[in-house]
């Protein structure tokens, strides 16, 4: 007489497929974990790049403004003697692009300003993540 005639159920049996299904929920469970790991992996990667590159256009961006910085200045230098020229066309010419090269490097400097010193051009305060008076770091 068998556990199913006898009305009892077969632990045995049913101890085996109980174990078969915890082994392949486990092994769902180690894809799962490994699949996991590999996108918070990924997305860890994707975050440096992405603040690296952050970091890249920052550095390129400060490096534009210096550079407009002093080709405007070297702008002021050049037409600069010209604003008292005897021909007045020659002289207005030269005040107009002083002018615009002024206030071109009043609109550049607050930014240049922040971004060589760590200190807000408005506030006088030190930028978040920024120690004053330092630079960043030129990778």
């Not at 021909?87 to 607050?110: G, S």
């Amino acid at each position: 007489m068998t556990a199913e005639e006898s009305g009892k159920p077969d632990v045995k049996q049913l101890l085996s497929e109980i174990l078969k299904k915890v082994t392949a929920m486990e092994s769902e469970i180690k894809s799962l974990k490994a699949d996991l790991g590999k996108e918070v992996t990924a997305r860890r990667d994707l975050a440096d790049n992405a603040t690296e590159t952050l970091t890249d256009y920052g550095n390129a961006i400060s490096s534009i403004q210096q550079g407009l910085f002093a080709m405007l200045s070297m702008h002021i230098d050049i037409v600069g003697p010209r604003r008292s020229h005897s021909d007045p066309e020659v002289a207005e010419e030269a005040r107009n692009h002083a002018e615009m090269a002024m206030t071109a490097q009043a609109d550049v400097a607050p930014t240049l300003f922040e971004s060589l010193y760590g200190i807000s051009a408005e506030t006088g305060e030190t930028l978040p993540g920024r120690e004053a008076g330092v630079a960043l770091e030129r990778v």
